[in-house]
């Protein structure tokens, strides 16, 4: 199982999460959200990254705007927040993670032939895009996504407390996490490292 960190924000953070072993790192360019970040900050701390892959989150963003700050920041993959739609994913020219949140319409059928390397599952709030901290119906979404056929990351709520449960729920290809490793409103070392450390329990 995989780890993706995200709503990073500062060079020591993301250096601390690549050194606990953070798989993926998440970078949002979405400006309506609190963990916003400029492309020119993230292209800084790129520099230092040498073993996770770093992806950029965008909501309804325009394509050209997506593909440039992909270009710039040296991006690994894209995450779709929004709703845009398959014939908007092909354009993407990084891999994609496309998000859908439980609740809003979710269909399992739709995510697996939508144009994207690994699907994520978040929380459905509404109004909101998504890094709400919130879970959802797990057992009811679990058995929704059984037959996806796509790598799976699952979102919204997760912390070291319940990581065993979501581990053993859904059997994902990894887990996205964000709010639960912040303390006042930034991101913890203490709790990236701690988080991974339980994490290393569920690799392989």
């Not at 040498?50 to 965008?58: A, I, L, Q």
């Not at 270009?71 to 927040?81: G, N």
Request: charged residues 25%; contains cysteine; aromatic residues 10%.
């Amino acid at each position: 199982m995989i780890v993706k960190i995200c709503g990073m924000k500062t060079e020591g953070a993301a250096l601390a999460a690549e050194a606990a072993g953070a798989d993926l790192l998440g970078f949002i360019f979405y400006k309506g959200s609190r963990r916003y970040v400029a492309p020119e900050i993230v292209k800084e701390i790129s520099t230092g990254i040498r073993h996770s892959k770093r992806v950029g989150v965008f909501v309804d963003a325009p394509l050209s705007e997506v593909n440039e700050i992909a270009e710039f920041c040296s991006l690994d993959y894209v995450q779709l927040h929004g709703h845009e739609d398959e014939a908007y994913a092909r354009r993407v020219a990084r891999p994609v993670i496309k998000a859908y949140r439980y609740g809003d319409n979710f269909n399992a059928d739709e995510a697996g032939h939508y144009p994207a390397e690994i699907i994520l599952l978040d929380s459905f709030v509404k109004g909101e895009a998504g890094g709400t901290g919130k879970t959802f119906a797990w057992q009811e979404a679990s058995r929704e996504v059984a037959s996806l056929g796509k790598p799976l990351l699952v979102a919204g709520g997760i912390s070291e407390e319940n990581l065993s449960e979501v581990a053993e729920t859904f059997h994902p290809y990894g887990v996205d996490v964000s709010g639960s490793l912040e303390e006042q409103g930034e991101k913890s070392v203490r709790l990236i490292t701690s988080f991974l450390r339980e994490a290393e329990r569920w690799r392989g």
